[in-house]
């Protein structure tokens, strides 16, 4: 999302986002274009969202509300990503 405004449009338990953002380092499901159900708010900024294996806080500006679709997204949905090795200490 490029506005806070779009906050606004997000109904808890509806809206499906897709990840804009690499967020793999916090788990491997969480590749970019991975789908999940807002299901709350953590923080004024922060979204809850629930992806099938896993349910984590994503900032606004690491996704995108997707359009005309809504429910919970399953693996099927995700975009399939063999995780890369990382080296102790990496980030």
């Known amino acids: 999302m490029k506005d806070r405004g779009e906050l606004s449009r997000i109904v808890f338990g509806k809206t ?5 953002r690499d967020l793999s380092i916090m788990n491997p499901n969480l590749v ?15 979204l809850k969202v629930a992806f099938p294996k896993v349910t984590v806080g994503v900032n606004w500006q690491d996704c995108d509300i997707m359009e ?9 949905d995700q ?6 090795p990382r080296a102790m200490g990496e980030e």
């Open 79 to 84: 975009p399939k990503s063999i995780p890369r």
């Open 16 to 20: 499906r986002v897709i990840l804009t």
């Open 32 to 46: 970019e274009g991975a789908s999940g159900l807002v299901v709350g708010k953590l923080a004024s900024y922060t």
């Open 68 to 76: 005309g679709i809504t429910g919970m997204p399953t693996d099927a």
